[in-house]
């Protein structure tokens, strides 16, 4: 007897240890905060509307009640961003795992908020980044020429 109004706010989970595997091959975000790691799905399930998304919190990250804690303040993000009126971010094909570091035990909740939105974004963002190379100086030696003369 699942409530209709609630699946609306709660994201798809990944359960599975290949499916974890797999967004670890994906593409990275980092932040002081979490690792926002992000793969496509290879089959998309019929039954899965929307991105999947999976936590990992290590022993590093401290003692059992602080790593409860993590995951819990890390699930209310994804329910918050659920529930939001624009919709869960992220792709319809994709799925996320949130790798949280100490800081996220800390750290305000719409900050965390805020990074796990930018790590959707950063992980779907084109390799480069938009950095551009500096040209080389006019005169200056260039990689193409010697520059003991």
């Given at each position: 007897?699942?409530?209709?109004?609630?699946?609306?706010?709660?994201?798809?989970r990944l359960t599975r240890r290949v499916d974890y595997l797999a967004a670890g091959?994906?593409?990275r975000f980092h932040s002081p905060r979490m690792t926002l790691q992000g793969a496509e799905r290879d089959v998309v399930t019929p039954a899965v509307e929307g991105p999947?998304?999976?936590?990992?919190v290590s022993?590093?990250?401290?003692?059992?009640?602080?790593?409860n804690r993590v995951k819990r303040r890390l699930r209310a993000v994804l329910r918050h961003l659920a529930g939001a009126p624009t919709g869960m971010p992220g792709q319809?094909?994709?799925d996320y795992v949130l790798v949280a570091r100490?800081?996220?035990?800390?750290?305000?909740?719409?900050?965390?908020?805020?990074?796990?939105?930018?790590g959707i974004a950063g992980v779907h963002r084109p390799k480069g980044g938009g950095r551009t190379r500096r040209p080389a100086e006019a005169g200056g030696p260039t990689p193409s020429s010697p520059s003991g003369d």
């Open positions: 007897m699942t409530d209709p109004s609630r699946a609306r706010t709660v994201p798809e091959r994906g593409r999947r998304f999976g936590l990992t022993r590093k990250v401290g003692t059992a009640t602080e790593r319809i094909a994709f100490r800081d996220a035990l800390s750290t305000d909740f719409q900050r965390l908020v805020q990074d796990v939105v930018e």
